[in-house]
């Protein structure tokens, strides 16, 4: 898919927290790219930095946190550095949200139509009764029955799943360009995920909206994104085209991560892989690789120097396996 003209394009971001032990990297130079239309899978263990990285896209990283370096432009147009107060207008009728848990989004105070109608008459010009005829219309779209009748009741009304369609209906309010996907089906079951899956990958084809969905789970990134990002102590290990990726890891970690997930092809005898070790915290990353300690292909460089992401066939893996420069060492076991 052509990234040519992406609709979001973010470059070396860094988002650090300062504490009194000091400042930690959350998020240490980072750079990636999506277009219309496409959904990228971001994937990492607890504590990769996923969902700091879609916090500091749409401008929710709250101090002691700080965006410390790089850019986040949004077709074309910078947004890292803009006030809070523009910021605000973009987040919502430009980039839309989508929490785990649909609670945290939804107001249980105040009726289904009170929320939509709000948000479209926030950021559109629509009147009170054509606004009512949007929401409607949404909540029809994201598959919620009898929506008409629906649209009154309150967020503790609806089932888990159904409270998800609700506030992706809320997050398509505005036509968004960018929608940004935080673990979206992890409170819900395996069967309403894929019905929320599926939703997603429909949406995005159809509005031609670019989603970043934030997920731990790699059934859910093979099921639903176009390219997928794997992410290890705040940096990219690996991103490339989600089936290559799946099925030709290239980074240590992706591979581990890929020959964690259980297969019906394979012999039910055969053992999963296990990535021994654990992620480091902010405090202690290592020097070099920040996966050295846990790698089965580490050698000296790889202990002292930080690998930058390389080219190689659709993928940018950042790994000194990969680099064709002669100072490489010899492996260690």
């Known amino acids: 898919m052509s990234v040519l003209h992406p609709v979001l394009s973010v470059r070396d971001l860094r988002v650090e927290f300062v504490t009194r032990r000091g400042i930690l990297k959350a998020i240490d130079g980072i750079s990636f790219d999506i277009a219309k239309g496409e959904v990228l899978g971001v994937v990492g263990e607890s504590g990769a930095g996923k969902s700091v990285t879609g916090s500091a896209v749409i401008g929710l990283i709250d101090p002691p946190g700080r965006i410390a370096g790089g850019e986040i432009h949004l077709s074309g147009m910078r947004i890292d550095n803009l006030p809070p107060e523009e ?31 709000e948000t479209i008459r926030t950021h559109t010009n629509l009147s009170a009764s054509a606004a009512r005829k949007r929401a409607i219309d949404l909540l029809a779209e994201v598959g919620i029955p009898a929506p008409d009748k629906r649209i009154d009741s ?3 009304e609806f089932s ?19 929608i940004i996907a935080d673990e979206p089906t992890t409170a819900l079951d395996v069967s309403v995920q894929a019905q929320i ?14 989603i970043m969905l934030v997920t731990h789970d790699m059934g859910v990134i093979a099921e639903t994104a176009d390219r997928v990002a794997v992410m290890y102590a705040g940096r990219i290990a690996e991103i490339g085209p989600v089936r290559d990726v799946v099925q030709n890891p290239l980074h240590p ?5 890929m020959g964690a997930i259980p297969s019906l092809e394979n012999d039910s005898s055969e053992r999963l892989v296990q990535i021994p070790g654990s992620m480091p915290r902010l405090s202690a990353i290592p020097p070099g690789c920040p996966f050295n300690p846990r790698c089965p292909n580490v050698f000296d460089r790889c202990r002292v120097e930080r690998p930058d992401p390389i080219q190689h066939s659709e993928h940018r893996v950042a790994c000194h396996l990969y680099d064709q420069s002669p100072v490489r060492s010899e492996a260690v076991a």
């Open 154 to 156: 309150y967020p503790h």
């Open 253 to 257: 970690y992706a591979k581990g991560l």
């Open 197 to 210: 899956i599926s939703l997603l990958k429909r949406l995005g084809r159809e509005h031609g909206t670019a």
């Open 160 to 178: 888990g799943g159904m409270r998800q369609r609700v506030v992706i209906a809320l997050a398509l309010c505005a036509e968004p360009e960018l």
């Open 87 to 117: 910021m605000r207008r973009v987040r919502g009728k430009r980039i839309g949200m989508i929490f785990q848990d649909p609670l945290t989004s939804l107001n249980p105070l105040y009726r289904v139509s009170e929320q939509l109608i």
